[in-house]
């Protein structure tokens, strides 16, 4: 275990809405792997401290979080929100020397609507139809560089270094069901609440 800090990053703002992250950054030495988290909440509702002990948890065992907030339905429609979480990838990716950041690689973890957006974003992370408008972020894409070997009734904490100990088991049992997504063009953590979610986000996979 290591101790962590957070900061909160602006990241986009659009229509006059400021979009932030919430950066866990682990008390360690040299590159780690990093995770750009987005929320659940039925694409209306919840935040990017929806998920506050799954990003402690891993920060406390040296994986980095970038929890993400976007738009929500209540306020913008698809495809508003993915483009924000493109943003927010993109955004990390192209800060992570000003802001400090020694990322060995970055993937993705996401909770249930959650899971929709990412699962987008890593099957066309260069769509013109999901990218912000920002000069600043050109040349830089979405892809998020993240695989793991475990099947759907476990979690796939060691495919990033996450210790499989049995807290984190009896922790993971009380959170909520979490499956991978099985894509051979792409590869991202989801989790979720139903089984009906656990079903690939591509048809072609």
């Known amino acids: 275990m290591t101790g962590f800090k957070t900061e909160d990053h602006l990241f986009r703002t659009v229509d006059g809405i400021d979009l932030s992250g919430t950066l866990y950054r682990p008390d360690t030495n040299g590159p780690i792997p990093y995770v750009v988290e987005v929320h659940g909440g039925a694409w209306r509702g919840g935040d990017r401290l929806n998920n506050v002990d799954i990003h402690a948890d891993l920060a406390k065992n040296g994986i980095g979080v970038f929890a993400l907030d976007f738009r929500l339905s209540d306020v913008s429609f698809y495809p508003a929100s ?32 959650g899971g929709q957006q990412l699962g987008m ?16 972020l050109d040349g830089v894409d979405a892809s998020i560089a993240f695989s793991s070997p475990a099947g759907r009734s ?4 060691r495919a990033i270094g996450y210790p499989r ?41």
């Not at 099957?123 to 990218?131: E, G, I, K, V």
């Open 82 to 113: 993915v483009e924000d979480v493109n943003a927010g990838v993109r955004w990390f990716k192209a800060n992570a020397d000003r802001i400090d950041v020694e990322a060995s690689s970055i993937g993705g973890l996401a909770s249930s609507s």
């Open 154 to 157: 476990s979690i796939p904490w």
């Open 121 to 136: 974003l890593a099957l066309r992370p260069d769509d013109p139809a999901y990218q912000a408008n920002d000069p600043s």
């Open 165 to 205: 100990s049995s807290t984190a088991r009896a922790s993971s049992k009380r959170i909520m069901p979490i499956s991978r997504t099985r894509m051979p063009c792409a590869s991202a953590i989801r989790i979720s609440s139903s089984s009906a979610a656990r079903q690939p986000i591509c048809r072609r996979c």
